[in-house]
């Protein structure tokens, strides 16, 4: 069993790093061909950051790991809220102070609010995996528009700007994204191999395992970002990694268990954690439109999102 949790480590370390170099590349890529930054940002690095999940979800859904695969998304959900963002606004307040983020809420509780719903019969059809990927694409789609819609004083454009890379030789830019696509469903494949035995050692469901270990472990690469950012000054910037993130963890992490295994859902899944997950959401937006007007988000609510994240993590241990 040690043996297994070093692999998962180590595969969890590859994977965080393909996906890392994944959106390098093809951020590097985008830009040599004209792209704005402004669209790369909100598009391929937000996409980038959930790539760890989409691949877990695909693989763990071609295993037959049904519940692995929604227990991922919705467990990386409620990692990036009440973990990530938790221990980052501890670190240091985070301010909103962009529009972009406040149009970008609400489409994540939309989402949020589709995915309770579909979980609601305890069972992922094929069609609502369908759904949700094309939503995927809408979402993708509308985010590039509204690019060009962003006020210039909005810190959202500079501090996006400062984290695409420049003058990447394409030549460059091409082989890590490779490296990248290659690195990505490989690892994932050996890591859901060691989550499932870890998990079989220790009794616990494909659901546990995926809504704990898998969640936290892929929402690391969130969390080291969103300290990075908040350390630069770049608060809006770590803010929107994570509302990106959920964003499509819910349309394209969820639509993998849907599109390549479609059925039934763990009851657990469609009840305590979908709405944990929806609960942290409405909380996130209270914290950042409070009734004061200050538009923080304070260490207080930080540690009101930690003391709910070890509750949860409590609670399904002993219910697993």
């Not at 460059?172 to 060691?194: N, Q, R």
């Not at 969640?215 to 770049?234: D, H, N, Q, R």
């Not at 996130?284 to 009734?291: D, E, K």
Request: net charge negative.
């Amino acid at each position: 069993m040690i043996v297994e949790a070093l692999l998962f480590l180590v595969w969890l370390v590859v994977l965080s790093w393909g996906a890392d170099r994944f959106v390098f590349g093809s951020s590097a890529l985008a830009r040599n061909m004209g792209i704005s930054p402004m669209i790369i940002g909100l598009t391929i690095v937000a996409m980038g950051s959930s790539a760890p999940e989409i691949m877990v979800s695909a693989t763990a859904s071609f295993s037959g790991n049904t519940d692995t695969a929604v227990g991922n998304a919705i467990g990386s959900n409620i990692a990036n809220i009440a973990l990530v963002l938790g221990l980052t606004a501890l670190l240091k307040p985070l301010t909103v102070a962009s529009t972009t983020l406040k149009r970008e809420m609400p489409v994540m509780l939309a989402v949020s609010l589709l995915a309770t719903y579909f979980l609601a019969d305890l069972y992922l059809s094929l069609s609502e995996g369908v759904m949700l990927f094309v939503l995927f694409f809408i979402t993708i789609g509308g985010l590039a528009w509204m690019s060009f819609y962003i006020e210039k004083g909005d810190p959202l454009t500079q501090e996006t700007h400062d984290e695409v890379p420049d003058g990447v030789p394409t030549k460059k830019a091409v082989i890590w994204l490779l490296v990248g696509l290659v690195l990505l469903p490989l690892s994932a494949h050996f890591m859901v191999e060691s989550a499932v035995e870890i998990a079989h050692y220790f009794g616990l469901s494909d659901l546990v395992i995926g809504l704990t270990i898998i969640a936290i472990g892929t929402s690391l690469p969130e969390l080291a970002a969103s300290i990075a950012g908040v350390l630069k000054g770049e608060d809006d910037l770590a803010l929107g990694n994570i509302i990106g993130s959920n964003i499509f963890n819910i349309l394209a992490v969820m639509a993998m268990p849907g599109l390549i295994a479609p059925g039934n859902i763990d009851p657990d899944a469609a009840g305590r954690d979908i709405y944990t997950m929806l609960g942290l959401s409405f909380l996130l937006v209270i914290f950042c439109f409070n009734l004061r007007g200050t538009r923080r988000i304070n260490r207080f609510e930080a540690l009101a999102f930690l003391a709910c994240f070890l509750g949860y993590q409590y609670i399904v241990f002993n219910q697993g």
